[in-house]
């Protein structure tokens, strides 16, 4: 008989979520009823919207109900199957729960093409974050060769992603990151024209002012608050700024007041905000022009790995402190 270990959201977050919020529970694995399988989680994807699961009531999803398992994403192998067109060895991809051994309807799996990806390569440059960066620009930012981009945490999952990308389609890009060695990398390894340590500037729109002196016509947000103010004064004519995300106002009481919306009026600029779900059909376009990328060596994502399903918790933090470079992904077993 199999085992399910699984992380139960214990309480919720005031801060910075961390391993006390949870609890390790061990039971027997369900044995798949018609049209279910057994699965074996390989690896979960952490990211910051997780954080929003963990409060009580609605975002733009539903909270968590206490005492039950953390909700996330990641690939499985299928241990055993009474679901047509499923095969012990599968893989798959599915919202499978911070969780060993979870028991899915099929209808929730999707198969991974290990023809085009292998497992790593699903969770990063094939997985979701990717997938954001993709549309963020090319459908909500309307990319186009030559554009002046910057994005900020450019050395995450999504950031990382969106640095490239934008590259490869002839953009000049410039980043915002935190810290020597991620500004290292994103300049050397990712291929920025131009990067900005913001944990290093007292007046972080000077900064941008120089790394960008021709100024932005495409403001790819991550961050929100104070960078995104900062950013909109440097808009060129019809920028545009795609708000993916706001990981800087996460824990703030107090939302953070944009002062500068006046800018975007100046220079008949547009400013709007997109969930990747939204695009859920679209997902395989999306993969299909990453995969060439990866394919002919010009894209790449770093994966910054921790091993047991006890990370968990861990990474999810970590996330909050700029602690990670690359996607963070947890490993649960071996993924060669
Ligand atoms: N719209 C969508 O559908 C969608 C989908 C996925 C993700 N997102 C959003 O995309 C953003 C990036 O997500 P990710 O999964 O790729 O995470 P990530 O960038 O890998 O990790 C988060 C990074 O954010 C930066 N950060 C954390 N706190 C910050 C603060 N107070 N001020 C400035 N920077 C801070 C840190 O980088 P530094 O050390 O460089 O500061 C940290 O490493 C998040 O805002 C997320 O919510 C949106």
Known sequence: ????????????????????????????????????????TICLSIDPAMRSWMRDGTGYQQGIPLGEVMRGGGIARILSSRAEGFSVGDLVQARLGWQT??????RFLHKLDLNIGAVQDWIGPLGLSAVTAYF????????????????????????????????IEGCRVAAIAGGQEKCA????????????DYKAESDLSAAIGRACPDGVDLYFDNVGGPTLDASLEHLRKEARVVLCGRISQTH????YGIRNLARLSSVHGRMQAFLVFNYHERY?????????????????????????????????????????????????????
């Not at 990453?290 to 790449?300: F, V």
């Open 1 to 40: 008989m199999q085992t399910n270990r699984r992380l139960i959201l214990a309480s919720r977050p005031t801060g910075i979520p961390g391993p006390e919020n949870f609890n390790i529970d061990v039971r027997e694995a369900l044995l798949p009823d018609s049209g279910e399988v057994l699965l074996e």
């Open 101 to 106: 051994h979870p028991t899915l309807a099929a």
């Open 136 to 167: 963020g620009l090319r459908h909500i930012g309307a990319m186009r060769p030559n554009d002046r981009v910057l994005v900020s945490a450019a050395a995450g999952g999504v950031g990382q992603m969106a640095v490239q990308i934008a590259r």
């Open 185 to 196: 990398f994103v300049l050397n390894e990712l291929g920025a024209e131009a990067v900005i």
């Open 252 to 255: 703030s009481a107090q939302p």
């Open 284 to 336: 395989d376009e999306a993969r299909t022009w990453l995969a060439a990328r990866l394919r002919d060596g010009s894209l790449q994502q770093k994966l910054h790995v921790l091993d047991g399903l006890e990370q968990a918790p861990v990474g999810l933090g970590m996330l909050f402190r700029g602690e990670n470079t690359g996607k963070l992904v947890i490993r649960l077993s071996d993924w060669s």
